[in-house]
C-alpha cells in the first residue's frame, strides 16, 4: 500500500509539464550513434579556453613593471620584487670598463663622477642599492722608473659586496598571483629587508696600465 | 494515428515514425531521467540512450495499451539512468535504524509548487533520491531495489525513511514559509 506522503508527491509530479531540453540535439544523438555528445566536446572546450585565458592573464600580470633602457639611470630602477636576482661574486661584479685610458687630469674629474656599478644578473643588468658600492678613490700615478715608461695608476678600491652569492628574492607563481592563493609567510629576504653590510675587505686593482 | 500503428511503423524502421514516438514521449522521459540523474546534460545522455535500446527492442514489445507502452519505456530508462548511477556513484549505503514516522501536515504539498517539489527531490542525496524514486515514485518494491542497487531490503528501507524525512522538513520549512507570506 502506498505511503500518503508519496501518494501526494506523485500526484503533485504528475502535473508537471514537459521541461524543455536539447530536443534535436538528443534527435541527432538517437539517429547517428556516432556523434559525440555535447558534453564531450564542451568539456573539453570549456577546460581549453579557461586555460589559455590564465595563460594570456599571467603572462601580462608576469610583465615587469620597469624597463631599463640605456638612457634610463641604472641607479633609480629597484629590482622587480617578483624577479630572483643573483649577486655575483667579487670579481664577476668588479666593473671595468674598458680602455678607460685617462691624463693626469680627468683623473679628478673621473673620481668626483658618480660611481654607477652595474652587476651582471641572470637574465639582464640590473642594478644594486646606491650604497653598496662606495666610491672609488683617487688613483695616484706609480713614479715612473724611465721615463720611457708607460704611465701607470695605482687605486685602492673597497668593495660592499656581501659574503652571500645568491639572495633568492619572493617569487610568486602565476597562478599564486591570479587566485591569491599564496598565503604561506614568506621568511625568504626581500629588496626591502636587504641592508648593505659594512665593508667586508678591502681589494686592491690591477693598475691600469698606459700605453703610449 | 494511433500509438499501436506508430508502433508498428516504427518496428519497420520507419525513421518519421521514429521521430513521432520521440517527440510524443521524449519530455515525460527527459522529466523522468532528471530525477534520477540531477544534471541536465546527463539526463540528456540518458535519454539518447534509452530511445536507442526502445527502437531496437520494440520488435520484442507486445502492446496493450497506452500507459503500459508508457511504463515500458519509463523501465528502460531507469534501467539506464540506474546503470549509470551504479557505473558512476557508490551505493555502499550502511543500513540505519528505520526513522520514526513523524507528524506531517499534507496540506503543505499543495502549497507548494510542483517545479519546487521536483527540484527538492533532485537535490535529495544520491542513495535517498535514488530510493525514493524507485519505490515511492515508480513503485518498485524495497526486494527489487535492493537488487537493482545490489543493497540490503533494511537499507533500502532506511533510505527510503530517511528521504521521507528529509524532503518533509524541507517542504514544511518552505510551507511555513508560504503562510507568512
Known sequence: MPHTFDEHIR???????EEPFHSEDVWNRIERPSRPSRRRWLVPLGVGTAAVLGILVGYLLHQPTTEVTKTTPLLSKAPDSSSSVRIPSVNDSVFVQPNVVRSEKQVPLLASAPVEPVLVTDSSLRAMPAVAIQPTPIPEPVPRAHPAEAETFEATVTL????????????????????????????RLRWQDFQAPTSVGKVKTDSIKHTH | MTLSALLDRCRAQDAKAQRLLYERYA???FRVAQRYMKDRMEAEDRLVSTFQKIFVHLKKMEYKDEASTWLWMKRILVNECLMELRRSANFTMVPEQEAAEQSFDYNIIDEIAAETIHTLIAELPIGYRTVFNLVALEGYSHAEVAEQLQISEGTSKSQLNKARQLL????QTLGYAAHIR
Not at chain 1, 160 to 186: G, M, N, W, Y
Open chain 1, 11 to 17: 500526484q503533485r509530479l504528475e502535473a508537471l509539464p
Open chain 1, 160 to 187: 660592499t659586496i656581501p659574503e652571500t652569492q645568491t639572495v633568492p628574492l619572493r617569487k610568486k607563481s602565476i597562478l599564486a598571483r591570479l587566485f591569491r592563493a599564496d598565503k604561506r609567510p614568506d621568511t
Open chain 2, 27 to 29: 519530455g515525460r522521459l
Open chain 2, 168 to 171: 518533509q522538513k524541507k517542504l
